[in-house]
Every structure is written in C-alpha cells, then in structure tokens.
C-alpha cells in the first residue's frame, strides 16, 4: 500500500528578517506584502507581531541589524513549498523560517506571553534587547535562524582564513625571492672579486715581465 504526501491545512508560523537598509515604515510594509503573499496561496493570518530592529547575533548579508516579524498562519500543505520559494526568491528578506505548530487561542498566546515577561523580569533585564518595547520572542523559531546565522559566520571565517593563508603564502614568496636574489646578488659580488684579483695579478705578472725586460736591456 503506497504511502500518500499529507494534505489539507496545516498550522504554521514564519519569522522573517527584512533587511536593514529599510526605514521601520517600509518594513512594516514589507510585512504587509508577506501577508498579502500568504493570502494569495488561500492562507489564513491568524496572529501576528512587528518586533522592530534588533541586532543579529552574526552579520547577515553584510546586515549587522534588522527588522523581525513573525505571522501565524493557516495553509494548505501544499501550496507550502510554492510560498517557501516565493520567500526565498525575495530580496527584502535576508532570512526566514516556516515552521508547523500547534494553533493556539488568544489567551493562550496572552499567557504564554505573559510567563515569558516574567521570566525576563526574573533575569533582571541584561540589556540583551535593544529595544524596550520588543515583545517576546518565540524560541523554536529564532534558534533555527541563529543556527543560521551562525552558519553564515562560519563561512566569512572560513573565507577570510583563506584570504589569510593566500596572504602567508604570498609574503612567504616574496620573502624567498628576495633571499634567492640576495644569495645571487652574493655570488656575483664573489665572482666580480675573483676576477678583479685574478685581473691584478696578470697585470702583476706582466708588469714583472715588463720590469725584468728592462733589467735585461741595461
């Protein structure tokens, strides 16, 4: 009996970052568009927050800040690949996750929100948010985009690793050209001394000739 790809709705949230260079206006509108791509696959927005600008944690895309929003939404399992390749395809994203979860009431959102502001209350507020106001986050999804960013830091170490060794490597080069040029330099200034001495001494023994020829003439 063949196994059948699940269908019907689903529940899912996005969280998505929207790129810096962007004034808060234009990326709240942004997140309109987001919701407006959602409606166009039959998606249903049940919830959603603006969270602001806030730093991210690596740079993104040369993006040292951005603005988070995150929607709950109800779709069909499959129109879900077509709106992850629409996200993926944006340019005003840098980053973003889907992922299915289980729908919630208001109040139950409310009281998660509300457990949430206390435990940050009990942390003493670090100063780990740049924004006051910020609401707060949901876990299971920012942990997957710090993962990513993570990723993404990796590999602009990993390239500038590289960018180094390629320098070592040049300057190690330099520097045994140079010495390859001074040891010939050397060898040359050897060869010019021998040949001096040994031009002194014909001249020598000519001039010695030369002398005991006199002698011979007297």
Same mark, same amino acid.
Do not use: C, M, V
């Given at each position: 009996m063949s196994k059948t790809k699940p269908s019907g709705p689903g529940h899912y949230e996005v969280l998505f970052i929207i790129a810096n260079e962007y004034t808060e206006e234009e990326a709240k509108k942004i997140s309109q568009d987001i919701e407006g791509i959602i409606s166009k696959y039959k998606g249903e927005i049940t919830y959603?927050?603006?969270?602001?600008?806030?730093?991210?944690? #690596?740079?993104?895309?040369?993006?040292?800040?951005? #603005? #988070? =929003?995150?929607?709950?939404? @109800?779709?069909?399992?499959? =129109?879900?690949?077509?709106?992850?390749?629409?996200? %993926?395809? =944006? @340019?005003?994203?840098? %980053?973003?996750?889907?992922?299915?979860?289980?729908? %919630?009431?208001?109040?139950?959102?409310?009281a998660e929100k509300a457990k949430q502001e206390a435990l940050n209350k009990n942390k003493g507020d670090k100063g780990e948010s740049d924004n006051k106001e910020e609401k707060p986050k949901k876990e299971s999804a920012e942990k997957k985009l710090n993962k990513d960013e993570l990723e993404d830091a990796n590999e602009t170490k990993e390239e500038k690793a590289g960018d180094e060794k390629k320098e070592d490597n040049e300057e190690n080069k330099t520097k045994e050209k140079e010495e390859k040029e001074e040891v010939k330099k050397e060898d040359e200034e050897k060869k010019s001394e021998k040949e001096n001495e040994e031009s002194l001494k014909d001249f020598d023994d000519k001039l010695d000739n030369i002398l005991d020829s006199q002698d011979l003439i007297k």
């Open positions: 959603k927050e603006f969270w602001g600008k806030k730093k991210l944690a #690596y740079p993104i895309k040369h993006n040292h800040f951005g #603005y #988070y =929003s995150l929607l709950e939404f @109800d779709l069909e399992t499959e =129109s879900l690949p077509e709106l992850n390749e629409n996200l %993926r395809l =944006s @340019d005003k994203i840098i %980053r973003f996750q889907i992922i299915k979860i289980k729908k %919630r009431t208001l109040e139950e959102i409310n």
